[in-house]
């Protein structure tokens, strides 16, 4: 029976083609006028069920969550009036502006998760259909430092820092379809596919006081501001005197703030549809995902559902990534990293997981990250008990730039200790090293006596998560690395 039905279909074929070119053009007509009837997705006043309508919006809710994270952190930025600390903790600006901090930042910062303390940070929101911005950028010598660009999707839009060889000075950041007269001076203009974007510099800091003084002369000239403040001039701000503000976004239970609130989504996303173009080949999705707005809109009793099915997405799909066996790429020893950090394009799965684990990861050749919150049999990491990482003599991060290992708790925040110790790596010149030039670190919640102490990371007296950063990673650890296993002693 299949001979008999490929034969008849290589008849048909040759049939086909044995036509007249006349009859071959006009059939390829046809098809093409086939081809600009489909519909992109549902068509207009289609019956939509209840539970059509939940599993979309978990859907909706999936793809739309870090989008919605960083529309809503705009709006934080619309209500500072001036470069300044929130809660003494977290650096805020003016939007299209930018704001520094002048050391590390606090443990008590709850803006972000998974902060560092090995680099000063910045940062800022910037509306590019309101103007360009202009970042100004110092003479960093030999420091290592990195100016992160990014768009709405936490996608990077730019290459700036040490490991790309850029140099002192202004570079303009666009948005979509800007066509304006780029002015003289301008080192260099990035192009946003999104009119929000972000910038966030970090600056490599020796835990030293003499480097905390060197630092500060060259953060003061980091700055961001509209172009039509640009005048060809470096401007300068002593951001060891800014102001700090009371912070009026609180933190729940040592979580990171909320930016995204399940039950005021689906409030929000239609305006994220229209602020995020569609990639190519999105369309259809962006249409399917409209449909269902309207449906909504035009059936009230549907709306509790859309409701319910972000309230529960954010309970099944996105609660999980707050632990780090849930996120990223298992690459040997219960670690997993982030192969396209800033660079997720369509690959929603890795961009909100890695939005709720750590939202502004840099692209692998700025930094690599690795993390994990189990031991080296599986087992989950809990302070009850006490750890050892050894780094052999050749698994010690190789990096142009800085490497670190910082200590979470299970919200992925410092665990604040009396020893105010919350990372460990080349910032730390005591570091012990074992006579073989290997490298045993420790983590428990009492300090270890001798040698050990230079080498030791408190841990809480339960659940913990460990996140290893390597800084402009040199290519052996582009093409593969796996941190050894920690060991419960």
């Not at 990077?156 to 490991?163: N, Y």
């Not at 020893?419 to 010149?429: D, M, Q």
């Amino acid at each position: 029976m299949k001979k008999v039905i490929l034969v008849l279909l290589i008849i048909t074929f040759i049939s086909c083609n044995s036509n007249k070119k006349d009859d071959v053009v006009s059939a390829n007509e046809s098809v093409k006028d086939t081809t600009k009837s489909v519909v992109p997705g549902p068509v207009p006043n289609v019956i939509m069920t209840k539970e059509y309508v939940y599993q979309m919006g978990k859907q909706m809710y999936f793809w739309g969550w870090p989008l919605v994270n960083m529309h809503n952190r705009v709006l934080v930025m619309r209500k500072v009036p001036e470069p300044g600390l929130n809660g003494g903790a977290v650096p805020v600006a003016p939007v299209n502006h930018l704001c520094m901090t002048s050391d590390y930042i606090t443990p008590a910062e709850r803006y972000v998760a998974c902060p560092n303390q090995d680099v000063v940070y910045g940062f800022g929101i910037m509306q590019l259909n309101e103007s360009p911005v202009v970042v100004q950028v110092p003479d960093f010598g030999d420091r290592f430092w990195v100016v992160q660009l990014g768009n709405q999707r936490t996608d990077g839009i730019a290459k700036l820092g040490a490991m790309y060889g850029s140099k002192k000075g202004f570079y303009l950041i666009v948005g979509p379809g800007w066509n304006g007269k780029v002015p003289d001076g301008i080192t260099e203009v990035f192009h946003s596919d999104t009119n929000l974007a972000f910038v966030i510099p970090r600056a490599f800091l020796n835990n030293t006081p003499e480097d905390r003084k060197a630092i500060q002369p060259v953060i003061n000239q980091l700055m961001a501001y509209p172009l039509n403040e640009y005048d060809g001039k470096v401007k300068t701000k002593e951001w060891a005197k800014i102001p700090s503000f009371p912070d009026p976004n609180k933190s729940e239970g040592g979580k990171e703030v909320a930016f995204v609130i399940p039950e005021k989504f689906f409030a929000e996303l239609p305006s994220i549809l229209q602020e995020v173009p569609a990639f190519k080949g999105e369309e259809s999705m962006y249409a399917s995902f409209n449909s269902v707005l309207d449906a909504v809109k035009k059936d009230s009793t549907l709306m509790p559902v859309l409701t319910k099915a972000a309230i529960d997405a954010e309970k099944e799909l996105i609660e999980p990534f707050r632990q780090f066996k849930n996120v990223g790429v298992p690459v040997g020893n219960y670690w997993n990293t982030t192969k396209n950090g800033a660079a997720f394009g369509t690959d929603y799965l890795s961009r909100t997981s890695a939005a709720r684990a750590n939202i502004f990861v840099n692209q692998p050749q700025e930094t690599i990250y690795y993390n994990q919150d189990l031991d080296g049999k599986g087992a989950e990491l809990n302070g009850k008990s006490n750890y050892t990482i050894t780094f052999p003599k050749d698994l010690i991060p190789k990096v142009k730039g800085f490497w670190s290992l910082t200590v979470y708790d299970h919200n992925h925040f410092f665990f604040i200790n009396d020893a105010k110790i919350y990372s460990l790596g080349t910032k730390n010149k005591n570091l012990k090293y074992n006579q073989d030039g290997s490298l045993t670190l420790y983590f428990q919640n009492e300090k270890p006596s001798g040698d050990k102490a230079n080498n030791w990371l408190p841990v809480p007296k339960d659940k913990f998560g460990l996140l290893l950063r390597s800084y402009w990673p040199e290519e052996s650890m582009l093409k593969g690395y796996t941190p050894p296993p920690l060991v419960k002693g």
